[in-house]
């Protein structure tokens, strides 16, 4: 569009959602956490993840992000949810919005240590990824029992 009409309307990056994915990894019955050293939620609990890369497919994404993190290698089994973060400042105003796409990844090697923005990772049983016992992000229990449904649907035999 010209602009000529006098409607004048400039969107910033800002203003539109950002979309990042989350590497939601099984071994056996347990499920592969990293505590996060940066905004937003930092000190909590969650998937390894982040922003897509321009040119880069959601599992590209999840893997090389899993991959950073944790230095675990996995396949992706497929995309099976997404969920939105929506963060706040104290005025409460709409700061923040991710789209977080949740990919079911499946162990193949490697054993977990904190990298890139992680302070730590850690396989957490499933029946232990709660709020009682760890401080989560938003959705990280759920997301884990879905992830579980659907490996027990579609990938054990």
């Excluded at 919005?97 to 079911?104: C, E, G, K, N, R």
């Excluded at 709660?130 to 401080?135: D, H, I, M, S, Y």
Aim: glycine share 6%.
């Amino acid at each position: 569009m010209s602009g000529q009409s006098g409607c004048e309307f400039q969107e910033t990056s800002e203003q539109r959602p950002v979309v990042a994915t989350i590497a939601v990894l099984l071994k056996d019955d347990k499920v592969l956490l990293v505590r996060r050293s940066n905004p937003p939620d930092a000190g909590r609990w969650g998937f390894p993840g982040g922003k897509i890369e321009r040119g880069e497919t959601i599992e590209e994404a999840a893997l090389r992000e899993l991959y950073e993190e944790t230095n675990v290698i996995a396949n992706v089994h497929r995309v099976f949810n997404a969920v939105d973060v929506l963060d706040f400042n104290k005025r409460g105003e709409l700061e923040y919005h991710f789209v977080l796409v949740a990919v079911l990844c499946v162990w193949v090697s490697g054993e977990p240590f904190a990298g890139d923005d992680a302070l730590d990772a850690c396989f957490f049983n499933l029946d232990d990824v709660n709020e009682k016992n760890l401080a989560l992000s938003l959705d990280v229990e759920k997301v884990a029992r879905q992830a579980l449904a659907v490996y027990e649907n579609e990938l054990v035999e």
